[in-house]
């Protein structure tokens, strides 16, 4: 690794003056941070995967028809819907108390803006005159919150970084536009990791989100004010979006439920992207069944629901290798917990070996910084005084990574998606850690596992990244706290299209995770 860093510091003044990079100044900046990845980069020293398996240029998978129709007894955001559709001249009311309550948690930093009353009143009549028409309205009067990344009619996207705030958009991404006509109502903008290019949240522009269930411990992100807003009871329901883990991270951080689906399942229409061919729209919510809804709605299929039947006959896959070293003894713990609920409730845990899975975190890396990089050129280049130093600086390192490592970094997610698939014809789902570790201090830059200190980003993204690189469903749900009180999550991920399944177990885990023994 050494051979390779001293080959960056003759190299990136020259290739920074080749692509006309204003700021050279920065030398410095880039060697440490490209120090910090080297593990990631010297793996493409050696990452050659068979050419002929070609790159992950797959169509956007069917989604398996599954799920449970809404009963009368659906409780979280159905029943708010469905007092709403009784009394709709008081459709209104579940979103003004929602916005009264994001005012009172201001200290959080969870929103960057917040909506007018009188847009909400006015938002509430139309939905109104939509059920008096005979509209279904299955989210009617809901309140949700949405990521700053995403268009909102009447909201500026911000997108997080600084700078005077933008006008207001004049529609809504895809997604937020389905909610809409479903009837939910828009209390907010989340606050977020300025383009979603972090895991922490600490947003130097917008104040940093704190986590509702431990003050100075991390939100996670990127969705971080999504989460926050969640955990704090403002909303049951809030848009997230997931690069590398940006839902289910500050979810399990924030201890409440996470669901990245299927690649584009959910339209990313409207949402600033960070890494076109990582990036997923999900929801973040209080409970399994509000995440079900919430994304039939985004995925413009018939509201529905999560089954809760039990897991009797279900494979379980449980991976020998990769997720579970290194791991915090407290997430070992929780995590095994939750796979004996499984067990005991009928399910077969199954070990299952995931050749290759260790490289996800290179290619990762390197398929990221290549895409955001160009993505963000013109703001960086232009107007790099309106980023905080981490975002700017990961941006910049963008520029240094050669084409063969993106081309080899797309061969291996071939590989990589082509090994998932066929470990899944074996099992029905996978079972692992969300994260390493607990959620972490705010500010800190390593985690200690097994007596030796990890980067953060290997200990916290580690175990998410390889499903945004497969495009396959995956969800974090609460399974308990560690040794210090703080959430800990378990990840559920199946096969591409295979959403209804992952949400169908999560739903049951999640009953027998809160059924005491």
Same mark, same amino acid.
């Given at each position: 690794?050494?051979?390779?860093?001293?080959?960056?510091?003759?190299?990136?003044?020259?290739?920074?003056?080749?692509?006309?990079?204003?700021?050279?100044? +920065? #030398?410095?900046? $880039?060697?440490?941070?490209? +120090?910090?990845? @080297?593990?990631?980069?010297?793996?493409?020293?050696?990452?050659?995967?068979?050419?002929?398996?070609?790159?992950?240029?797959?169509? =956007?998978?069917?989604?398996?028809?599954?799920?449970?129709?809404?009963?009368?007894?659906?409780?979280?955001?159905?029943?708010?819907?469905?007092?709403?559709?009784?009394?709709?001249?008081?459709?209104?009311?579940?979103?003004? =108390?929602?916005?009264?309550?994001?005012?009172?948690?201001?200290?959080?930093?969870?929103?960057?803006?917040?909506?007018?009353?009188?847009?909400?009143?006015?938002?509430?009549?139309?939905?109104?005159?939509?059920?008096?028409?005979?509209?279904?309205?299955?989210?009617?009067?809901?309140?949700?919150?949405?990521?700053?990344?995403?268009?909102?009619?009447?909201?500026?996207?911000?997108?997080?970084?600084?700078?005077?705030?933008?006008?207001? =958009?004049?529609?809504?991404?895809?997604?937020?536009?389905?909610?809409?006509?479903?009837?939910? @109502?828009?209390?907010?903008?989340?606050?977020?990791?300025?383009?979603?290019?972090?895991? !922490?949240?600490?947003?130097? #522009?917008?104040?940093?989100?704190?986590?509702?269930?431990?003050?100075?411990?991390?939100?996670?992100?990127?969705?971080?004010?999504?989460?926050?807003?969640?955990?704090?009871?403002?909303?049951?329901?809030?848009?997230?979006?997931?690069? =590398?883990?940006?839902?289910?991270?500050?979810?399990?951080?924030?201890?409440?439920?996470?669901?990245?689906?299927?690649?584009?399942?959910?339209?990313?229409?409207?949402?600033?992207?960070?890494?076109?061919?990582?990036?997923?729209?999900?929801?973040?919510?209080?409970?399994?069944?509000?995440?079900?809804?919430?994304?039939?709605?985004?995925?413009?299929?018939?509201?529905?629901?999560?089954?809760?039947?039990?897991?009797?006959?279900?494979?379980?896959?449980?991976?020998?290798?990769?997720?579970?070293?290194?791991?915090?003894?407290?997430?070992?713990?929780?995590?095994?917990?939750?796979?004996?609920?499984?067990?005991?409730?009928?399910?077969?845990?199954?070990?299952?070996?995931?050749?290759?899975?260790? #490289?996800?975190?290179?290619?990762?890396?390197?398929?990221?910084?290549?895409?955001?990089?160009?993505?963000? $050129?013109?703001?960086?280049?232009?107007?790099?005084? !309106?980023?905080?130093?981490?975002?700017?600086?990961?941006?910049?390192?963008?520029?240094?990574?050669?084409? !063969? $490592?993106?081309?080899?970094?797309?061969?291996? +997610?071939?590989?990589?998606?082509? *090994?998932?698939?066929?470990? *899944?014809?074996?099992?029905?789902?996978?079972?692992?850690?969300?994260?390493?570790?607990?959620?972490? +201090?705010?500010?800190?830059?390593?985690?200690?596992?097994?007596?030796?200190?990890?980067?953060?980003?290997?200990?916290?993204?580690?175990?998410?990244?390889?499903?945004?690189?497969?495009?396959?469903?995956?969800?974090?749900?609460?399974?308990?706290?560690?040794?210090?009180?703080?959430?800990?999550?378990?990840?559920?991920?199946?096969?591409?299209?295979?959403? $209804?399944?992952?949400?169908?177990?999560?739903?049951? @885990?999640?009953?027998?995770?809160?059924?005491?023994?």
């Amino acid at each position: 690794m050494d051979d390779l860093f001293e080959r960056f510091e003759l190299a990136v003044d020259g290739i920074a003056r080749l692509g006309r990079y204003p700021h050279v100044d +920065r #030398h410095q900046a $880039w060697l440490d941070r490209l +120090r910090v990845n @080297l593990p990631e980069l010297s793996v493409f020293e050696r990452l050659r995967p068979e050419p002929e398996l070609g790159y992950l240029s797959q169509p =956007a998978a069917g989604i398996v028809a599954g799920g449970a129709p809404l009963g009368d007894d659906a409780g979280g955001i159905a029943a708010i819907a469905r007092e709403c559709r009784a009394t709709p001249e008081r459709a209104v009311e579940p979103a003004q =108390a929602a916005l009264a309550a994001a005012l009172q948690h201001e200290n959080l930093n969870a929103f960057i803006t917040l909506a007018d009353p009188a847009a909400l009143d006015t938002a509430a009549a139309a939905a109104a005159r939509r059920l008096h028409d005979g509209a279904s309205m299955p989210l009617m009067g809901v309140p949700v919150a949405v990521k700053d990344l995403m268009q909102v009619a009447g909201f500026p996207q911000t997108n997080g970084p600084g700078g005077p705030k933008p006008a207001p =958009a004049t529609q809504d991404a895809a997604a937020v536009a389905r909610l809409r006509d479903a009837g939910a @109502l828009v209390i907010g903008m989340t606050n977020l990791h300025e383009f979603a290019y972090g895991i !922490t949240s600490e947003n130097p #522009h917008h104040g940093w989100v704190v986590n509702p269930r431990r003050p100075g411990h991390t939100p996670g992100g990127s969705s971080g004010g999504s989460a926050a807003a969640v955990a704090a009871g403002i909303v049951r329901i809030a848009i997230g979006t997931d690069t =590398a883990g940006s839902i289910r991270l500050p979810a399990s951080c924030c201890g409440v439920v996470g669901f990245k689906p299927t690649f584009d399942a959910v339209p990313r229409d409207g949402a600033q992207s960070l890494g076109t061919s990582l990036d997923h729209v999900g929801p973040i919510a209080a409970s399994v069944a509000d995440a079900a809804l919430m994304y039939s709605v985004m995925a413009g299929q018939p509201a529905r629901t999560a089954s809760r039947a039990p897991l009797a006959g279900l494979r379980v896959g449980v991976p020998n290798n990769y997720f579970f070293d290194p791991l915090a003894d407290d997430v070992a713990r929780a995590v095994r917990a939750a796979l004996d609920r499984m067990r005991d409730d009928g399910a077969k845990l199954v070990p299952i070996d995931l050749p290759g899975v260790e #490289h996800s975190a290179a290619m990762q890396f390197v398929t990221l910084c290549s895409e955001a990089t160009d993505l963000h $050129w013109k703001r960086l280049t232009e107007r790099p005084e !309106t980023l905080g130093a981490d975002v700017r600086v990961r941006l910049e390192i963008g520029q240094f990574l050669p084409a !063969t $490592w993106y081309v080899r970094a797309q061969r291996g +997610r071939a590989v990589l998606a082509a *090994m998932f698939a066929a470990a *899944m014809r074996e099992v029905d789902v996978l079972v692992t850690p969300t994260l390493r570790i607990e959620p972490p +201090r705010s500010g800190a830059g390593a985690a200690r596992i097994g007596g030796r200190d990890v980067p953060l980003h290997t200990a916290v993204t580690a175990l998410t990244m390889p499903f945004n690189l497969t495009g396959m469903p995956a969800l974090t749900l609460p399974c308990g706290v560690g040794d210090n009180g703080l959430p800990i999550g378990v990840q559920i991920a199946g096969r591409r299209g295979d959403d $209804w399944r992952v949400l169908n177990v999560a739903a049951r @885990l999640e009953d027998l995770l809160n059924t005491t023994p």
